[in-house]
């Protein structure tokens, strides 16, 4: 009997799902039943550095049964504050996204730039 996955993608924002702890049990799920791991990244730098470090802890190499490796999702609409909160803004090139490697989560936040949003 041949039984279809009811879905193919698991989305979770990191930042709205319970963190890293719980995204990381998401994403062990996901590979357990072959389901593609594709983190919600849409707010923030800081939620962006989060889901980064995530899927850098995540296996290489997918287990056999996954068809696709988790991969991130790279919002490009417009977002002036997305980037304004961190001093050093992650981009990505030729495909690519650096893992900020800094502590924590890697980044370092621009309190000068959050201050530029703040409402008086």
């Given at each position: 009997?041949?039984?279809?996955?009811?879905?193919d993608i698991v989305q979770p924002d990191t930042?709205?799902?319970?963190?890293?702890?719980?995204?990381?049990?998401i994403a062990d799920m996901a590979a357990a039943f072959g389901v593609r791991y594709v983190p919600h990244v849409w707010?923030?730098?800081?939620?962006?550095?989060?889901?980064l470090q995530l899927l850098a802890a995540l296996p290489d190499v997918p287990p056999r049964h996954t068809p696709r490796p988790p991969i991130l999702e790279f919002d490009r609409s417009e977002h002036?504050?997305?980037q304004?909160?961190?001093?050093?803004?992650i981009e990505h090139e030729n495909?690519?996204?650096?893992?900020?490697m800094g502590p924590g989560l890697g980044i370092e936040v621009d309190r000068d730039g959050i201050a530029r949003f703040r409402v008086a």
């Open positions: 009997v041949f039984m279809r996955r009811a879905i930042c709205a799902a319970g963190g890293l702890s719980e995204c990381k049990k707010g923030t730098g800081i939620g962006l550095a989060a889901s002036p504050f997305r304004a909160v961190l001093k050093t803004p495909g690519h996204v650096a893992i900020p």
